[in-house]
């Protein structure tokens, strides 16, 4: 069959492509050659694709297990099979099967029979938190969805509605939440912290995009009988339900400094044991299921707590909060909000896992006005301030 120049030049410039500087543009590219990927494979590529998609995140925590990345990263020089096996201690043909099968998804490259040395995603693969991630990910994210198929047999395809009723507790054959289960294993719950801490690292502030001060403006100009009570110190200004260790707390005092009034982060004592330090920031032990012991705060906020839990336990929540709210007090609910269509896989991966894990999952805006109107709040603005990842900030008030 004769061969097309056109695609063969194409080829070549692929081949040879630098790395975008411009992160939209380097977006854009990865999902255009993803496209493409899907559109050129055949049958009997699709089926070994999805097929064998398991054995990414299983051989990638083999290697990080043995120290591999590490290993290569290690050698200026491309190093052997017989001299990386006595560097990992792992039986050489084991070793050779692990570095092939690497090699073939890019994690490293062969560069001579039996020689392997670093690709450009090893270093990435090497790091601490990505190590921790692979063993979070083997350990508790996949049992879960591995035991999807079974589950939702189990219950006729009903969407779970108990989070301690989900693939979570079928995979992992015990009846607890899956946190319940993951602080009983402290080094999982380490390697979970350190994964997440990662991805925090990566993400942008909600205050970039959200102009706090001037959104108080517009709501006390909507209660001009209440302009005085607006600005008193006293009155609590933020507080941040389920807030960690007051990341957010701190990233809004260093954006506003001069907004007035106190500033409260809420947890769990563990999670409010690593709180920060800082100036005028408040930690308060608090469950979000039970009642909201601060009253009248100009702002309640909850940043990714909702996508834990599944509908009815949120209406929980957030009725809670409600009680506690003032008549010009807003809700702002940050998180992932899906689009009505054509969702990144990215924000799909995410929302099946929760839906895996607690019976939760990621919300299209739709689907968080219906749970605000249910308890009595009205959505009136969004700020999305993480295009890429759907991360959003929705504004509630009371109806």
């Known amino acids: 069959m004769n061969t097309d120049p056109a695609v063969d030049e194409f080829i070549a ?21 993803r496209a493409l990927q899907t559109r ?42 017989p001299d990386l096996a006595v560097r990992c201690k792992v039986d050489e043909r084991l070793l050779a099967r692990i570095l092939r099968y690497l090699s073939s998804q890019h994690l490293v490259t062969e560069s001579s029979p039996s020689h392997f040395t670093t690709s450009v ?19 508790c994210i996949l049992p879960a969805t591995s035991a999807a198929p079974a ?15 989900t693939p979570f507790q079928l995979g992992q054959g015990v009846s607890d939440h899956m946190f319940t289960w993951l602080k009983q294993r402290p080094a999982l719950e380490a390697d ?36 005085t009570v607006e600005t008193t110190p006293s009155r609590p200004l933020f507080v941040d339900i389920g807030g960690g260790t007051g990341r957010t707390c701190k ?38 299921f039970t009642p909201q012991p601060i009253t009248g705060a100009r702002v309640y906020y909850l940043r990714r707590v909702l996508h834990n839990w599944p509908r009815a336990k949120c209406v929980e929540i957030l009725t809670h909060c409600v009680a506690a ?31 895996a894990l607690f019976g939760g999952g990621c ?17 009136v603005r969004e700020f999305v301030y993480m295009v890429e990842s759907g991360e959003t900030a929705l504004v509630a008030e009371k109806v």
């Not at 993400?203 to 209440?226: G, K, Y």
């Not at 563990?270 to 608090?286: F, I, N, R, Y």
């Not at 702002?332 to 995410?350: C, F, K, N, S, T």
């Open 13 to 33: 410039r692929i081949e040879n492509f630098p790395k975008p500087q411009n992160p939209g543009q380097r977006r854009r590219l990865w999902e255009a050659a």
């Open 40 to 81: 050129i494979e055949d049958e009997n590529t699709t089926q070994h694709r999805i097929l064998g998609s398991p054995l990414l995140l299983i051989v990638s925590r083999l290697a990080s297990d043995l120290g591999i990345f590490n290993a290569l990263i290690d050698n200026v020089t491309p190093s052997s099979v």
């Open 121 to 139: 995603l090893t270093r990435t693969l090497a790091k601490p938190a990505y190590a921790a991630g692979l063993r979070f990910a083997h350990e």
């Open 151 to 165: 589950f939702f047999e189990s219950t006729h395809y009903a969407h779970p509605t108990s989070p301690t009723n």
């Open 192 to 227: 979970f912290n350190a994964m997440m801490a990662e991805t925090h690292r990566w993400q942008r502030s909600v205050w970039e995009q959200l102009p706090l001060p001037a959104v108080l403006a517009d709501r006390a100009a909507a209660f001009p009988d209440r302009t």
């Open 251 to 288: 990233e809004l005092k260093e954006a506003f400094p001069h907004l007035p009034g106190r500033i409260i982060n809420q947890d769990r004592a563990p999670a409010l044991a690593a709180g920060l330090t800082v100036d005028g920031l408040e930690h308060m032990e608090h469950d979000f």
């Open 325 to 355: 709210m003032a008549a010009d007090s807003l809700l702002m609910i940050d998180e992932i909000v899906l689009p009505e269509r054509g969702a990144h896989w990215h924000l799909a991966y995410a929302d099946f896992t929760m839906m």
């Open 363 to 379: 919300r299209s805006r739709a689907e968080f006005e219906g749970i605000c109107k249910e308890v009595g709040l009205r959505v």
